[in-house]
């Protein structure tokens, strides 16, 4: 019943821009949290950058100042902005979202991941 849907992933030049997507299909009472992952061929999963409830905001010293978390609380969706992208960045990318849902009480749901791939 509850599902995160991701999108924005791709094929994208060194120095270029991607915007990634991730709306959830359930009803949030209240966010604890809302982040994004990724994780590289033969690497762990790493956090990239988290919005808390209040709004605030973290991120993975790789990625500062290029990668900016972003929520739209009224449509149950969190997106990730990245810009000036590296080869390193090349990873599969999945969303999280740790709330209290309507129906479905407090949950921690992942999505199913997008991948972004970044080479000239």
């Known amino acids: 019943q509850v599902q995160l849907v991701e999108s924005g992933g791709g094929l994208v030049q060194p120095g270029g821009s991607l915007r990634l997507s991730c709306a959830a299909s359930?009803?949030?009472?209240?966010?604890?949290?809302m982040g994004w992952y990724r994780q590289a061929p033969g690497k762990e999963r790493e956090l990239v950058a988290t919005?808390?409830?209040?709004?605030?905001?973290n991120y993975a010293d790789s990625v500062k100042g290029r990668f900016t978390i972003s929520r739209d609380v009224a449509k149950n969706t969190v997106f990730l902005q990245m810009n000036s992208l590296k080869p390193e960045d090349t990873a599969v990318y999945y969303c999280n979202v740790d709330a209290l849902w309507v129906r479905a009480g407090h949950l921690e749901v992942w999505g199913q991941g997008t991948l972004v791939t970044i080479s000239s």
């Open positions: 359930g009803t949030i009472f209240s966010i604890n949290a």
């Open positions: 919005i808390i409830g209040g709004g605030r905001t």
